[in-house]
């Protein structure tokens, strides 16, 4: 099962332009994050934002989080290139001894 | 080691046999995670481990696969009767702890069923 669905599935920008993904999820949660990943193997941890927090930032990455509307954003500000990638939040819901699930990804695309 | 080794890189196998893929966590990591991945989805939980033992293995999705963590670091994910329909990325990962803390991926095992 996937607890977080994410919004856009595909993202197509130009290089300089700020990139917004969304993700929804399901049951309460004691964190959210948010992952990169390339050429579809090893995924990279971003950013974790606790469910008590509102808003992170990192780099050119701004995360937000509405535990009421149960919904994520990731912002990346000025992308480039490289920004290009999947990206999926990962949601460790509320309960001893559950996973860390994740959703099914925004595709970025970015061009020069 | 530096990071999560998952090994064989790629693995063909033909269909009905037996396979084994091996995850080495990060030293000290007690949280240990399988997922597969299928081309255009995001990772699939399959199978989660705190110390030794597994503390979630909803995912799991029949009982052609299993898994082992016998003393708590290196983990061995093991498919039975094997259908093309298993082919993806398997991925592992490691966490210091489960919740606030990141995850760290292992490269994957590309399993190819024929």
């Known amino acids: 099962s996937q607890q977080g669905e994410e919004d856009p599935q595909a993202l197509s920008i130009q290089e300089g332009e700020n990139a917004t993904m969304n993700c929804s999820y399901k049951?309460?949660?004691?964190?959210l994050q948010w992952y990169r990943q390339n050429s579809g193997r090893g995924l990279v941890h971003l950013i974790l934002?606790?469910?008590?927090?509102r808003e992170k930032h990192s780099g050119r990455l701004r995360v937000t989080l509405d535990t009421s509307k149960k919904s994520s954003s990731l912002l990346i500000t000025a992308s480039r290139a490289a920004d290009t990638a999947s990206y999926f939040c990962?949601?460790?819901?509320?309960?001893?001894?559950?996973?860390?699930?994740f959703g099914k990804g925004t595709t970025l695309s970015v061009s020069s | 080691g530096a990071g999560v080794s998952q090994t064989p890189s790629n693995k063909v196998t033909e269909k009905g046999k037996y396979v084994e893929l091996r995850c080495d966590p990060i030293?000290?990591?007690?949280?240990l995670y399988w997922y597969r991945q299928s081309l255009g989805q995001g990772p699939e939980f399959l199978i989660y481990?705190?110390?030794?033992?597994?503390?979630?293995d909803s995912g799991l999705p029949n009982d052609r696969f299993f898994a082992v963590r016998p003393e708590g670091s290196v983990s061995t994910l093991k498919i039975q009767r094997t259908e093309r329909g298993d082919s993806a990325v398997y991925l592992c990962?490691?966490?210091?702890?489960?919740?606030?803390?990141?995850?760290?991926f292992g490269q994957g095992t590309r399993l190819t069923v024929v």
């Open positions: 990962a490691s966490s210091q702890s489960r919740g606030l803390t990141e995850a760290f």
């Open positions: 049951t309460s949660i004691n964190n």
């Open positions: 934002i606790r469910s008590n927090e």
């Open positions: 990962a949601t460790d819901a509320n309960q001893a001894g559950t996973a860390l699930i």
């Open positions: 030293s000290g990591h007690t949280a």
């Open positions: 481990f705190q110390g030794t033992g597994a503390a979630d």
